[in-house]
């Protein structure tokens, strides 16, 4: 899928929902699902600050595409930061560092957290574009 | 009644998503009665003017209301006299002031602070820049398995050296009201002074700081359904005339030269610069509602209900965890954790639910640190909030836990 069919995918299963509460259910889902992340990856330097709870990022180079893992302690914020992770994995550096995120606005995840959570969500798109602007491995 | 009271607050018949706003945030900061909003609005209206300072009409007007205010905290607390009552910006102010002003003046290298670790970070870091400065040592009291404070141990981790001690009448995230008496009563033994920090006792208890004894004591009025940005600071004459001023500025001073200035004497002493003076009047009709529900047995009944009935709920619950178990000395104030659910996934869910709660450290990361966990969750409880609320409370808190674990 292209990164476009991707988000795509993503606006279509949250407009499912028409209650909030639903979408979190959604999103605790997608926190469940996301593959296990080692443990002695948790470190201080993938920990993304500006979240209440703890959040960690970790990418991959493979043939010039970005891959990513990540973990949190909260599960709705492990559903997003997936949910993130899930749209920009395997795109190149040059795909992430032109998009502009617009796909979050688009199904109401920032304007439904409150200011500190979307806050948290603001560090984790830096840190993806941070990633993909350095190429940290 | 219950409803009546709640009448006294527009907030509170908010809607958010769709649903009945449950406020139970208070500990963070409280609704405002109407008859707080019409002392702030009455203010702006028709007495705003700077205070103290001009001879026209609205700064007599403004100066009345704001040095009212100073009579009503003085007989709500039962102090010995008006100009022992110092307006702060908040609690947070207050102990800054204290720490700042009496650790200038009687804090020195070598010399000891004592707070307990279940302090709220307002009464601990104001001590520690202190200490840093003075080459000084925070010492730390701790809690037993219930919550409670290991006030026998207070004694021992007296000296020579100690120079004040700071303790919460409640801790934010605890819930149980300190012996503060007691504590009191040991240190002055000892020749030490103690600091109350009662940003939550006020709200709570029933406070006389002539019968408690202590040497300060202090209090937001946000917590307290007064405006925000209004703060006391009550403290001893004999310590107030001694410790130097705070800040220096506009009316806290005799007369100012560049030879020598010399300052007012208290209260403005500590009063620097303008003043809340559309805020501090609030703290009358606030007081006001606090004692009118004091008096109300019903509505003490239905506090009384709301603890018992979260206190049962939460502890024979065997997913959750609740700190500060010692049912007789606690107020509706409930911090917990449940296992396998983070406390910010139940926050955020139960937010849309239209329930406010506070989740994570509270300002408390020596006391979180001390339970061994990242954060909690807490609910707390007004005289606004009705034992329906406490039902839904707990009902909800069920059908969040399920969607998580
Ligand atoms: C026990 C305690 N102390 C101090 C404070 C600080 O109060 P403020 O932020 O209003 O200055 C609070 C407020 O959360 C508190 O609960």
Same mark, same amino acid.
């Given at each position: 899928?292209?990164?476009?069919?991707?988000?795509?995918?993503?606006?279509?299963?949250?407009?499912?929902?028409?209650?909030?509460?639903?979408?979190?259910?959604?999103?605790?889902?997608?926190?469940?699902?996301?593959?296990?992340?080692?443990?002695?990856?948790?470190?201080?330097?993938?920990?993304?600050?500006?979240?209440?709870?703890?959040?960690?990022?970790?990418?991959?180079?493979?043939?010039?595409?970005?891959?990513?893992?990540?973990?949190?302690?909260?599960?709705?914020?492990?559903?997003?930061?997936?949910?993130?992770?899930?749209?920009?994995?395997?795109?190149?550096?040059?795909?992430?560092?032109?998009?502009?995120?617009?796909?979050?606005?688009?199904?109401?995840?920032?304007?439904?957290?409150?200011?500190?959570?979307?806050?948290?969500?603001?560090?984790?798109?830096?840190?993806?574009?941070?990633?993909?602007?350095?190429?940290?491995? | 009644?219950?409803?009546?009271?709640?009448?006294?607050?527009?907030?509170?018949?908010?809607?958010?998503?769709?649903?009945?706003?449950?406020?139970?945030?208070?500990?963070a900061s409280s609704q405002r009665p109407q008859a707080v909003i019409d002392a702030w609005t009455q203010s702006?209206?028709?007495?705003?003017?700077?205070?103290?300072?001009?001879?026209?009409?609205?700064?007599?007007?403004?100066?009345?209301?704001?040095?009212?205010?100073?009579?009503?905290?003085?007989?709500?607390?039962?102090?010995?006299?008006?100009?022992?009552?110092?307006?702060?910006?908040?609690?947070? *102010?207050?102990?800054?002031?204290?720490?700042?002003?009496?650790?200038?003046?009687?804090?020195?290298?070598?010399?000891?602070?004592?707070?307990?670790?279940?302090?709220?970070?307002?009464?601990?870091?104001?001590?520690?820049?202190?200490?840093?400065?003075?080459?000084?040592?925070?010492?730390?009291?701790?809690?037993?398995?219930?919550?409670?404070?290991?006030?026998?141990?207070?004694?021992?981790?007296?000296?020579q050296r100690t120079k004040i001690v700071a303790i919460s009448h409640i801790s934010n995230v605890l819930g149980?009201?300190?012996?503060v008496r007691e504590i009191v009563a040991v240190c002055h033994k000892h020749g030490i002074p103690v600091l109350?920090?009662?940003?939550?006792?006020?709200?709570?208890?029933?406070?006389?700081?002539?019968?408690?004894?202590?040497?300060?004591?202090?209090?937001?009025?946000?917590?307290?359904?007064?405006?925000?940005?209004?703060?006391?600071?009550?403290?001893?004459?004999?310590?107030?005339?001694?410790?130097?001023?705070?800040?220096?500025?506009?009316?806290?001073?005799?007369?100012?030269?560049? *030879?020598? +200035? +010399?300052?007012?004497?208290?209260?403005?002493?500590?009063?620097?610069? +303008?003043?809340?003076?559309?805020?501090?009047?609030?703290?009358?009709?606030?007081?006001?509602?606090?004692?009118?529900?004091?008096?109300?047995?019903?509505?003490?009944?239905?506090?009384?209900?709301?603890?018992?009935?979260?206190?049962?709920?939460?502890?024979?619950?065997?997913?959750?965890?609740?700190?500060?178990?010692?049912?007789?000395?606690?107020?509706?104030?409930?911090?917990?954790?449940?296992?396998?659910?983070?406390?910010?996934?139940?926050?955020?869910?139960?937010?849309?639910?239209?329930?406010?709660?506070?989740?994570?450290?509270?300002?408390?990361?020596?006391?979180?640190?001390?339970?061994?966990?990242?954060?909690?969750?807490?609910?707390?409880?007004?005289?606004?909030?009705?034992?329906?609320?406490?039902?839904?409370?707990?009902?909800?808190?069920?059908?969040?836990?399920?969607?998580?674990?």
């Open positions: 899928m292209s990164l476009e069919e991707k988000k795509q995918q993503i606006i279509d299963d949250f407009s499912i929902y028409d209650e909030w509460l639903d979408k979190y259910e959604y999103l605790i889902e997608l926190g469940k699902n996301l593959d296990a992340f080692p443990e002695e990856k948790k470190t201080e330097e993938r920990l993304i600050k500006g979240c209440q709870s703890r959040v960690w990022l970790d990418s991959e180079e493979r043939d010039g595409r970005l891959y990513f893992t990540a973990d949190s302690d909260a599960i709705i914020t492990k559903g997003i930061i997936s949910l993130l992770i899930s749209v920009y994995s395997g795109c190149t550096k040059e795909e992430i560092a032109a998009d502009d995120f617009g796909f979050v606005a688009e199904i109401g995840l920032k304007d439904n957290l409150s200011p500190t959570r979307a806050n948290g969500l603001v560090s984790m798109i830096e840190r993806i574009k941070e990633l993909a602007g350095q190429g940290r491995q | 009644m219950v409803e009546e009271i709640r009448k006294q607050f527009p907030a509170l018949s908010a809607q958010v998503y769709g649903k009945p706003l449950v406020y139970l945030d208070n500990a702006v209206l028709a007495g705003n003017a700077n205070i103290h300072r001009a001879v026209h009409y609205l700064a007599g007007v403004a100066t009345e209301a704001y040095e009212g205010a100073r009579d009503s905290v003085q007989a709500f607390l039962n102090a010995p006299s008006r100009e022992e009552i110092v307006f702060t910006s908040g609690a947070t *102010a207050a102990v800054n002031l204290v720490a700042s002003s009496f650790g200038e003046a009687f804090i020195g290298e070598g010399d000891e602070v004592l707070v307990s670790v279940a302090e709220h970070h307002s009464n601990i870091v104001p001590w520690q820049l202190v200490c840093e400065r003075k080459n000084a040592t925070l010492k730390v009291l701790d809690i037993h398995e219930n919550g409670t404070l290991a006030v026998e141990d207070v004694e021992k981790l007296l000296s149980l009201v300190n012996p109350v920090d009662g940003a939550q006792g006020i709200v709570h208890e029933q406070v006389d700081v002539q019968a408690l004894d202590c040497d300060f004591y202090v209090f937001s009025g946000h917590k307290l359904y007064a405006a925000t940005g209004t703060g006391v600071l009550y403290g001893k004459r004999r310590w107030l005339d001694a410790m130097p001023p705070y800040m220096g500025g506009g009316e806290m001073i005799k007369s100012v030269s560049f *030879a020598k +200035t +010399t300052y007012a004497p208290l209260p403005e002493k500590f009063e620097a610069g +303008t003043q809340n003076f559309n805020g501090v009047p609030t703290l009358v009709p606030a007081i006001r509602f606090v004692q009118a529900s004091r008096a109300d047995a019903d509505v003490q009944k239905e506090q009384a209900a709301i603890t018992e009935y979260i206190y049962t709920k939460l502890t024979e619950d065997e997913r959750i965890t609740l700190y500060g178990t010692a049912l007789e000395c606690k107020i509706p104030l409930f911090s917990f954790a449940v296992k396998g659910a983070h406390h910010e996934d139940l926050a955020l869910i139960m937010d849309k639910m239209g329930i406010a709660l506070r989740s994570g450290q509270m300002c408390a990361e020596p006391l979180m640190d001390r339970l061994g966990v990242t954060g909690l969750l807490r609910a707390s409880f007004a005289p606004y909030n009705t034992l329906a609320e406490a039902e839904y409370f707990i009902k909800c808190l069920n059908r969040a836990i399920d969607m998580l674990v």
